[in-house]
C-alpha cells in the first residue's frame, strides 16, 4: 500500500479574502470527513504556513540538534521545572529514541530559549503563531464535518495557552532497534506534523502500516483522543508511529492542539442521546488522563498491554 491512501487537501478554500467558494470547501470537508471516520489521518496544503517559514524552523532545528550535548543542556528546563519546556532527550529506559526542544505558546513563562542557532526563539514562536491559526481553521473545519453547531469546537476550545509543540531530532535506526517513537494515539485534539526529507511516519489503517510520505509544503493532520471522545468515536483518533531509519537522522516539528485542563470530556448529545446510542466513553477532566499519559513516559510500564490509552475511559457493554 502507498502514500495514495492518505488524502491531501487543498485548504485554499477556507483562506481566501471572502470566503465564498462554497463548492471548494465542501470538496475538502468531504475528503475530510471520510478520512477522520475511517482512520483519522489526512495531509493539507495552502494551509497559511509560509514554506519559507517551514524550510527556516527545519534549518534552525537541524543546526540546534547538531549542537554539542553541553549546548542543548544549557536550554533544559531544569529540576523541579512545572513543565518540560526547552531541551530534553529521553530516558535510556524510554522505548522512543528521540531528543525534543519543547515550546508552549510565545510569551509563556515556562519557555526556556537557547542562544544558539540565532534567530531560533524568533522562528519557532512565529511557527507557533501561524500553526495555531491553521488549528482553527482545521478545528472549524471538522465541527463543520460533524454537523456541530457553529462555532461548538471553538467555543469549547477556547484557550490556546495550552497549545504546544516540539522540535525532533530521531538517532538513526541500530541493527536491532528502529522506533523513534512507538504505536500510539495522540491525546490531545488535533496534531499538525511537518516532516523533513527523511520520512519515518506511518499510520495504520485496516491493520496494514501505511508510510506518510514527505512532501513540499505539505502539513501531516491526525485527529486525537479528545475528538474521538466527543463524537463518541464518529471521528477516530489515528494511531500512528515513527520508524528510524538507518545511516539517517530524522527530523520534524509536531503541533499539538490542546485542550484546557480543568475541562470536562465526555461524549456529546449530539452523538448518544440524540440518535439513541449509547456512550462508548465515561466522562473525565482532561487533566486527570495527562497525568495518567504524563506517567506512562516518566514510568513506561514493563507490560506494553499496562500502558494508559483512551480506551481506559471505555465503557464495555456485554
Given at each position: 500500500m502507498n502514500n495514495s491512501s492518505i488524502p491531501t487537501v487543498d485548504l485554499s478554500p477556507f483562506f481566501r479574502d471572502g470566503g465564498d467558494d462554497?463548492?471548494?470547501?465542501?470538496?475538502?470537508?468531504?475528503?475530510i470527513g471520510k478520512a477522520c471516520s475511517d482512520y483519522g489521518f489526512f495531509q493539507i496544503v495552502n494551509h497559511g504556513v509560509p514554506l519559507a517559514l517551514m524550510t527556516h524552523a527545519m534549518e534552525l532545528s537541524k543546526s540546534f540538534f547538531d549542537c554539542s550535548a553541553q549546548e542543548k543542556l544549557k536550554s533544559s528546563p531544569g529540576p523541579g521545572a512545572p513543565l518540560p519546556a526547552g531541551y530534553t532527550k529521553q530516558p535510556e529506559h524510554s522505548p522512543d529514541k528521540n531528543e525534543y526542544f519543547l515550546m508552549f505558546p510565545p510569551g509563556s513563562s515556562f519557555n526556556?530559549?537557547?542562544?544558539?542557532?540565532p534567530q531560533f526563539r524568533e522562528v519557532l514562536e512565529e511557527m507557533f503563531s501561524h500553526l495555531?491559526?491553521?488549528?482553527e481553521v482545521v478545528e472549524s473545519i471538522i465541527n463543520r464535518c460533524l454537523g456541530l453547531p457553529p462555532n461548538f469546537l471553538r467555543e469549547y476550545n477556547h484557550d490556546r495557552s495550552w497549545d504546544f509543540m516540539a522540535a525532533l531530532n530521531y538517532f538513526p535506526a541500530t541493527e536491532t532497534e528502529h522506533t523513534g517513537?512507538?504505536?500510539?494515539?495522540?491525546?490531545?485534539?488535533?496534531?499538525?506534523?511537518?516532516?523533513?526529507?527523511?520520512?519515518?511516519?506511518?499510520?495504520?489503517?485496516?491493520?496494514?502500516?501505511?508510510p506518510v510520505v514527505?512532501?513540499?509544503?505539505?502539513?501531516?493532520?491526525?485527529?486525537?483522543?479528545?475528538?474521538?471522545?466527543?463524537?463518541?468515536?464518529?471521528?477516530?483518533?489515528a494511531t500512528?508511529?515513527?520508524?528510524?531509519?538507518k545511516g539517517s537522522r530524522r527530523h520534524s516539528f509536531a503541533f499539538f492542539y490542546n485542550l484546557q485542563g480543568d475541562k470536562w470530556v465526555e461524549p456529546l448529545s449530539r452523538f448518544t442521546k440524540e440518535i439513541g446510542e449509547p456512550p462508548k466513553y465515561r466522562s473525565f477532566f482532561y487533566k486527570e488522563y495527562q497525568e495518567l499519559r504524563m506517567r506512562n513516559k516518566s514510568h513506561p510500564p514493563s507490560k506494553p498491554e499496562d500502558v494508559i490509552h483512551i480506551s481506559h475511559y471505555a465503557i464495555h457493554t456485554t
Open positions: 462554497e463548492d471548494g470547501k465542501k470538496a475538502a470537508m468531504d475528503i526556556v530559549f537557547p542562544k544558539n542557532p495555531a491559526k491553521t488549528g517513537v512507538s504505536e500510539h494515539e495522540d491525546g490531545n485534539c488535533i496534531t499538525f506534523v511537518l516532516q523533513d526529507e527523511v520520512g519515518g511516519l506511518e499510520v495504520r489503517k485496516d491493520g496494514e502500516w501505511i514527505p512532501e513540499v509544503g505539505t502539513l501531516v493532520v491526525n485527529v486525537a483522543d479528545v475528538i474521538q471522545v466527543l463524537s463518541n468515536q464518529k471521528f477516530k483518533s500512528h508511529r515513527v520508524v528510524r531509519p
